[in-house]
């Protein structure tokens, strides 16, 4: 790639990013999840594709997504209803907390024993890619107009948004102890709950300053107000991580508690955080689109489809039917529905650079198997979504319709 001055980088960035949202929406038409657009286009305008442009850098590409992360989940608390964080808090607590763990047990024992990678290999493919997207679950959820039945939506989005950072803790975790000899499995239980504790104190004490802030300063609509929200989703991650807390979860609590307080600004903020969430997964995808070299996904194409079909169809599934069990009011049909609605995105690639910085043995192979696990899972589950509803009723049209088919049975 050409050294290019200011003015041309910058609409250079311009077109990237409108072509970017082009090929979202163009994927999206075709009941594809917008991120196949967006991580096909950054592939295109790659070292391999049209665009030609060489880009390897994995620490700057983590930095990215790390900033990204941060204001999409900002922005899923802020839409995210504290009523429906009530009812499902203990099941999706479950599932983004044990529910991970077991999921990426499982795909670690199939790597080990169907793929013949180490231990440790094995470890970081399974924690990896053992959550689901926050960015992909609230896009496809909120684009597809699907009228879901019940507390699976709200169960399905605080899952999505809670379940980040014990991934991101497992994933450094076993990164310590590749790195660090005389690692500690017992060490790592006291450190989890403190990065969960002041994630949880952080996050909650910056949702309820920020609204204060917004009132007492007499901040009511945009300008300054924006500056505010972004400064809020920032100083949670930062303040979170610098007092050894998640800053992920952070995030997410912050935009949650701050999206359902009352105060002037509330609903231009809300509007400015979803065009920020936006414009974060757009630059996201697109950068790591760009890492990608399609020419390396052929020696995975393998490893890629036994562990998605491990992924998709035994350890999601077996994680939320061992973690729903003890609520009733989650029925087989919505076991089912939750296990098919867990998409994976962003996270996964981006997690897959930690790694991949930290110069593992192995880290480029299990960044495009992660990559190419993605892809396919969208593939299969995005265009599916609504089908997958119909099919178990659980939309709120499809239950009426059963109902009444049932009524007009009886006698």
Not at 67 to 93: E, H, K, N
Not at 195 to 215: E, R
Not at 230 to 253: E, K, P, Q, W
Request: proline letters at 4%; a neutral charge.
């Amino acid at each position: 790639m050409l050294f290019l001055d200011t003015e041309a980088t910058l609409l250079l960035i311009g077109i990237l990013l409108l072509t970017t949202v082009m090929a979202g929406t163009l994927s999206s038409r075709f009941g594809l999840p917008a991120l196949i657009g967006f991580l096909g286009l950054g592939m295109l305008a790659g070292v391999e594709g049209p665009g030609g442009i060489a880009f390897s850098n994995f620490s700057t590409a983590q930095s990215v997504g790390t900033a990204s992360l941060i204001f999409i989940l900002f922005s899923g608390g802020m839409d995210t209803s504290w009523q429906d964080v009530r009812r499902v808090a203990a099941p999706a607590l479950s599932l983004a907390t044990v529910g991970v763990l077991v999921s990426a047990g499982i795909v670690a024992a199939a790597a080990i024993g169907l793929l013949g990678l180490g231990v440790y290999q094995a470890a970081l493919l399974g924690a990896i890619i053992a959550s689901t997207d926050a960015a992909a679950v609230f896009a496809i959820l909120r684009s597809t107009g699907l009228d879901l039945h019940g507390d699976v939506p709200a169960l399905i989005e605080v899952e999505s948004g809670s379940n980040d950072p014990m991934a991101i803790f497992l994933v450094g975790a076993v990164l310590m102890f590749i790195t660090t000899e005389d690692a500690s499995a017992l060490a790592l239980i006291p450190e989890f709950v403190v990065q969960m504790a002041m994630g949880t104190v952080v996050g909650l004490g910056v949702g309820f300053a920020m609204p204060l802030l917004l009132k007492r300063g007499g901040y009511r609509q945009g300008g300054l107000a924006f500056v505010i929200s972004i400064a809020a989703a920032l100083i949670a991650f930062g303040t979170a991580h610098l007092l050894s807390g998640n800053g992920f979860l952070a995030s997410y609590l912050a935009g949650l508690v701050a999206g359902n307080r009352s105060y002037a600004a509330k609903r231009t903020i809300s509007s400015f955080q979803d065009g920020m969430a936006w414009l974060a997964q757009v630059t996201m995808f697109l950068t790591l689109g760009l890492l990608v070299t399609p020419s390396e996904l052929g020696p995975v194409i393998v490893p890629g489809l036994v562990t998605t079909g491990i992924l998709l169809f035994v350890a999601r599934p077996v994680s939320v039917f061992l973690c729903l069990a003890p609520f009733r009011q989650f029925g087989w049909r919505a076991k089912l529905f939750v296990s098919w609605g867990g998409l994976r995105g962003a996270v996964p690639i981006v997690l897959a650079t930690f790694p991949m910085v930290a110069g593992v043995p192995g880290a480029f192979a299990i960044f495009n198997i992660v990559f190419f696990v993605v892809l396919l899972s969208s593939l299969l589950q995005g265009p599916t979504i609504k089908w997958a509803a119909r099919v178990l009723h659980i939309a709120d049209h499809d239950a009426r319709e059963a109902d009444r088919a049932i009524a007009q049975k009886l006698p």
